[in-house]
Structures are given as structure tokens and as C-alpha cells.
């Protein structure tokens, strides 16, 4: 693939990184660099998976607009299943987070087109719950949502909707047998193989053991 980087600082990171590069060598290189939006855009350029994770940790949260950010969303569309799940929660994790601006687009995400924003409206939903923060009073508008909706979303989506109605179902008793009707209504991630110490997906179990663990 032909990089469209600009600089020599930017062509270096290139040629230095690659697919076998870990996750703790990028924050160490993160680390070194600190921040530079210019030269994360240049990553960002490359089309490339491993630069771009780079790029989402210097980039700079106050630089990014609302077109930035869908289009940055948009961009990660072009990577398998599993690079763009992890570009996405790396976006969230390390900017989206970080300055109530970007915190406040998430709010407006729940019947986006591009369905990595839908995934992360969902995910952030599902974090105010087991995070200990009061959670928005809208629990009953997202179970009516889930239960119309998850059986026909993208599995990435499905993933971030049961998860928000298990910790409903979790932390929140007066919905809990309701979020229970809904794994066993849509039978998701029913008879799933997880390894051990994890918890399994399928909401009756997943509830039942997560409320276990806080008694």
C-alpha cells in the first residue's frame, strides 16, 4: 500500500510498526510521542490497522469535530470484523471519553446509519450501569428499544444492546425478570463457550451470575 504520509517523523512510525506490533509497544510509543494530531492523521492515512490504533492514542480530542468523528467512524467500515471493533473501543476508550463534547455525541447515536455508532451508543449505555454512576432515566425507553429491535441489528450492535439489558437486569431489580424474558425470548448467545472466568452472554445466565457475585 502506498503511505500518503508527508512527513519523515510520520514515514519512521510506518516503517516501524507493523502486524505483530503489541498493544503495550504502541502506548509506549504513545507515551513518547505524547500528542501529535498531525502525525496521528498521517497514521491515520495509511489505511493501515496497527497505525491507525497508534493514531487514535496522540490524536487530539480537542481538534475533533462531529464531521472528524463520523468520518473517522466511517473509515474503520473498511476493516474486518474484529479491527473494526477494536479501532472503535480504542476510539472510545482514548478520546471519545475524554471531553464532554465527544461524550455528548454518543448520546445521539442509538439510530445512526453507520453501525459502529449504534455498537457504541449501546456500550455506553451498558458502562453507566456498572460504573456505580446514576444511570439516565431512560432504562424503560432502552428495554422497549432492545426488545424491538436487537433479533434484526448487526451482531456488533446486538453485542453492546444485550449487554446494556444485562446490567439493567443486574443492577436495576424491578426490571431484572424482564431483561432475563428477553435472552430467553431471543435465545442470544444461548449455549456460547467462554473461557474460564468469564462470563457468559446469554442473559439468564449472565444475570444470575453477575448478582451472585454483589450478594
Given at each position: 500500500m502506498t503511505?500518503?504520509?508527508?512527513?519523515?517523523?510520520?514515514?519512521?512510525?510506518?516503517?516501524?510498526?507493523?502486524?505483530?506490533?503489541?498493544?503495550?509497544?504502541?502506548?509506549k510509543?504513545?507515551?513518547?510521542?505524547?500528542?501529535d494530531?498531525?502525525?496521528?492523521?498521517?497514521l491515520w492515512?495509511?489505511?493501515?490497522?496497527?497505525?491507525?490504533?497508534?493514531?487514535l492514542?496522540?490524536?487530539d480530542?480537542?481538534?475533533?469535530?462531529?464531521?472528524?468523528?463520523?468520518?473517522?467512524?466511517?473509515?474503520?467500515?473498511d476493516h474486518?470484523?474484529d479491527?473494526r471493533?477494536?479501532?472503535?473501543?480504542?476510539?472510545?476508550?482514548?478520546?471519545?471519553?475524554?471531553?464532554?463534547?465527544l461524550?455528548?455525541?454518543i448520546?445521539?447515536?442509538?439510530h445512526?446509519?453507520i453501525?459502529?455508532?449504534?455498537?457504541?451508543?449501546?456500550?455506553?449505555?451498558?458502562r453507566?450501569?456498572?460504573?456505580?454512576?446514576?444511570?439516565?432515566?431512560?432504562?424503560?425507553a432502552?428495554?422497549d428499544?432492545?426488545?424491538?429491535?436487537?433479533?434484526?441489528?448487526?451482531?456488533?450492535?446486538?453485542?453492546?444492546m444485550?449487554?446494556t439489558?444485562?446490567?439493567?437486569?443486574?443492577?436495576?431489580?424491578?426490571?431484572?425478570?424482564?431483561?432475563?424474558?428477553?435472552?430467553e425470548?431471543?435465545g442470544?448467545y444461548?449455549?456460547?463457550?467462554?473461557?474460564?472466568?468469564?462470563?457468559?452472554?446469554?442473559?439468564p445466565?449472565?444475570?444470575?451470575?453477575?448478582?451472585?457475585?454483589?450478594?
Amino acid at each position: 500500500m502506498t503511505h500518503q504520509a508527508v512527513t519523515a517523523k510520520a514515514q519512521e512510525l510506518l516503517e516501524q510498526l507493523g502486524p505483530e506490533t503489541l498493544r503495550g509497544e504502541l502506548r509506549k510509543i504513545a507515551k513518547e510521542i505524547k500528542m501529535d494530531h498531525a502525525i496521528a492523521m498521517e497514521l491515520w492515512s495509511s489505511q493501515e490497522y496497527t497505525p491507525r490504533l497508534l493514531a487514535l492514542l496522540i490524536m487530539d480530542k480537542k481538534q475533533l469535530s462531529a464531521d472528524d468523528v463520523d468520518r473517522i467512524i466511517l473509515d474503520m467500515e473498511d476493516h474486518d470484523y474484529d479491527q473494526r471493533i477494536s479501532l472503535m473501543d480504542w476510539f472510545y476508550a482514548n478520546q471519545l471519553t475524554k471531553l464532554k463534547k465527544l461524550q455528548n455525541l454518543i448520546d445521539g447515536w442509538q439510530h445512526s446509519e453507520i453501525p459502529l455508532q449504534r455498537r457504541t451508543f449501546w456500550y455506553y449505555q451498558a458502562r453507566q450501569r456498572w460504573t456505580g454512576q446514576i444511570p439516565p432515566d431512560n432504562t424503560e425507553a432502552l428495554l422497549d428499544a432492545i426488545e424491538a429491535d436487537i433479533v434484526d441489528e448487526k451482531p456488533e450492535v446486538q453485542f453492546t444492546m444485550n449487554l446494556t439489558a444485562g446490567w439493567i437486569g443486574v443492577y436495576d431489580e424491578q426490571y431484572r425478570d424482564r431483561c432475563i424474558a428477553i435472552g430467553e425470548k431471543t435465545g442470544l448467545y444461548k449455549g456460547e463457550m467462554v473461557s474460564k472466568g468469564c462470563t457468559p452472554s446469554y442473559l439468564p445466565e449472565f444475570i444470575a451470575i453477575e448478582v451472585e457475585k454483589r450478594q
